[in-house]
C-alpha cells in the first residue's frame, strides 16, 4: 500500500511557464513533506520542505502547497527553466519516526 | 559540504556473488541509510543504521545484510547477487534530530547481476 503517491510519471512544461507538481499521501500522521530533485546519475538532492501546521513554504522559484484536508501536496516551479529538467520525488516523515516513505517520482521535461 | 561517496558508481556481478557495496559520509552524521530505486517504484528503504554498530531493517532486507564499524562508513552486503537485485542503490545520511533531519545523498551505484 503506497502511503506516498506521485501519480502523474512525466510532466512536459514550456520553458518560463508555470510547473505544478502533485502528490497525495493517505497517513494523516505525517508531520513533514520533503521534495527532492534528481538528475541522472546523481543522487537526490533535498529541494523544500513543508511541516504539517503551515499550508505554504516558498524559497525562490519554488513554492509547495499543502491541503491537509485533501492530503495533498504540490511543488509549483515559477518560471520554470530548463536546468529543472530531472526527477522530483515528494516524500513524508512522522517526527517519531526516522523513515521517510517516497513517491514513485514525476519526471519533468522543460522544453526551450 | 556534506560529501557521500559510494565506492563504485557502475558494477556488473554475476549470479550468486558476493558483492559490497560502501558509502562513506564526511559530516559526523549519525543516521545512514541503504536504498534502492527503481522505475515506478521510487526510492525503497533496505536498512538503517542510526549509530556504530546499530542497524535495523528497512521495508526489503531480503537478500542484502549491512555492517557499520565505523561512525563515516556504512557497507551494503548481497550475500548471493540475484538477478532481481539488478537496480541502482543509493546511500544517504542525516543528522538526527534537525528539522525534518534532511537526508543527503550519494551519487548511487548502478548494480548488473547477470
Known amino acids: 500500500d503506497q502511503q506516498v503517491k506521485q501519480n502523474s510519471p512525466s510532466l512536459s512544461v514550456q520553458e518560463g511557464r508555470i510547473s505544478i507538481l502533485n502528490c497525495d499521501y493517505t497517513n494523516s500522521m505525517f508531520d513533514y513533506f520533503l521534495w527532492y530533485k534528481k538528475y541522472p546519475a546523481e543522487g537526490p538532492t533535498f529541494l523544500i520542505s513543508i511541516s504539517s501546521i503551515k499550508d505554504k513554504n516558498e524559497d525562490g522559484r519554488f513554492t509547495v502547497f499543502l491541503n491537509k484536508s485533501a492530503k495533498h501536496l504540490s511543488l509549483h516551479i515559477v518560471p520554470s527553466q530548463p536546468g529543472d529538467s530531472a526527477v522530483y520525488f515528494c516524500?513524508?516523515?512522522?517526527?517519531?519516526?526516522?523513515?521517510?516513505?517516497w513517491g514513485a517520482g514525476t519526471k519533468l521535461i522543460i522544453k526551450p | 559540504d556534506v560529501k557521500v561517496t559510494q565506492s563504485s558508481r557502475y558494477l556488473v556481478k554475476r549470479t550468486g556473488e558476493k558483492v559490497f557495496l560502501e558509502c562513506v559520509q564526511d559530516m559526523d552524521h549519525e543516521n545512514m541509510f541503504w536504498y534502492r530505486q527503481d522505475p515506478g517504484l521510487g526510492l525503497r528503504l533496505i536498512y538503517f543504521?542510526?549509530?556504530?554498530?546499530?542497524?535495523e531493517k528497512g521495508d526489503i532486507p531480503e537478500g542484502y545484510s549491512v555492517s557499520r564499524e565505523k561512525k563515516e562508513r556504512f557497507s551494503l552486503i548481497l550475500e548471493s547477487a540475484s538477478t532481481n537485485q539488478t537496480s541502482m542503490y543509493l546511500c544517504?545520511?542525516?543528522?538526527?534530530?534537525?528539522?525534518?533531519?534532511?537526508?543527503?545523498f550519494g551519487p548511487g551505484t548502478r548494480l548488473l547481476v547477470l
Open positions: 516524500a513524508a516523515k512522522q517526527d517519531s519516526n526516522y523513515q521517510l516513505i
Open positions: 543504521s542510526y549509530d556504530v554498530k546499530m542497524k
Open positions: 544517504a545520511s542525516s543528522y538526527p534530530g534537525t528539522y525534518q533531519e534532511t537526508q543527503y
